[in-house]
């Protein structure tokens, strides 16, 4: 059964601090991993991985993936209050109808 | 990316009673999917909606407490039948937008049975 785990489960950071949220995964017939921001009830997709090594960014924001080690990190520089969400993984299985399996997400509170 | 429209957007009912949520896709897409987030949980995969057919129900998931229809390549709809407290959940649909090479989620319906 494919597995995703998050870490930490939660965080609380100051205004301007930098993050790093962890993603392992166990998955037979990897594809690829995305990460998505939850602030209330849909998920916002931030970033999809598919090869080692090769970090995508978008603004403050910037993930990478190691798929020797099986893991993913999100990184948040100078984080706003407007980052305060819910971060979650998934992973995305070949032969398995494109469908994602989750984990548990890591809470993140960004206070002034 | 493709856009969807989920409603409706939040629910209370009454337990025994059953509540159907719709999901429409602005464009064509492959694959549908509806999932379930309880209380303080992650998201976990309820089914596959096939278009003309029967979908693909995963474990602990049964066609008859969560029947599902995708009658086109952009409408979907999930009723949750029955209901119990233990329904009360944040449902999401989600599609595979082969096109665009992404995955979208609805705005989500939060359901809470009484």
């Known amino acids: 059964e494919d597995k995703v785990v998050q870490s930490p489960l939660s965080l609380v950071v100051h205004e301007g601090d930098t993050v790093t949220l962890n993603c392992s995964y166990e998955?037979?017939?990897?594809?690829?991993l995305l990460w998505y921001k939850q602030e209330k009830k849909a998920p916002t997709f931030l970033f999809m991985l598919?090869?080692?090594?090769i970090e995508k960014k978008s603004g403050r924001l910037s993930s990478i993936l190691d798929k020797k080690e099986l893991f993913s990190i999100l990184n948040i520089t100078a984080t706003q209050t407007g980052d305060s969400a819910v971060y979650l993984c998934?992973?995305?299985?070949?032969?398995?109808?494109?469908?994602?399996?989750f984990g548990t997400g890591t809470r993140l509170q960004v206070t002034l | 990316s493709a856009v969807i429209s989920q409603k409706p957007s939040r629910d209370i009912c009454q337990r025994g009673t059953s509540l159907t949520i719709q999901c429409q896709v602005d464009?064509?897409?492959?694959?549908m999917f509806w999932y379930r987030q309880q209380p303080g949980q992650s998201l976990t995969l309820i089914a596959t909606a096939n278009q003309g057919s029967e979908a693909t129900y995963e474990s602990g998931f049964v066609i008859d407490k969560f029947p599902i229809s995708r009658p086109n390549l952009t409408f979907s709809t999930l009723t949750v039948s029955n209901m119990s407290p233990e329904d009360s959940s944040i449902y999401l649909c989600?599609?595979?937008?082969?096109?665009?090479?992404?995955?979208?989620f609805g705005s989500g319906t939060r359901l809470t049975v009484v």
């Open positions: 998955v037979t017939n990897f594809r690829s």
């Open positions: 998934a992973v995305e299985a070949t032969g398995t109808a494109s469908k994602l399996t």
């Open positions: 464009s064509q897409v492959t694959m």
């Open positions: 989600s599609a595979w937008d082969r096109a665009n090479y992404g995955y979208t």
């Open positions: 598919t090869s080692s090594g």
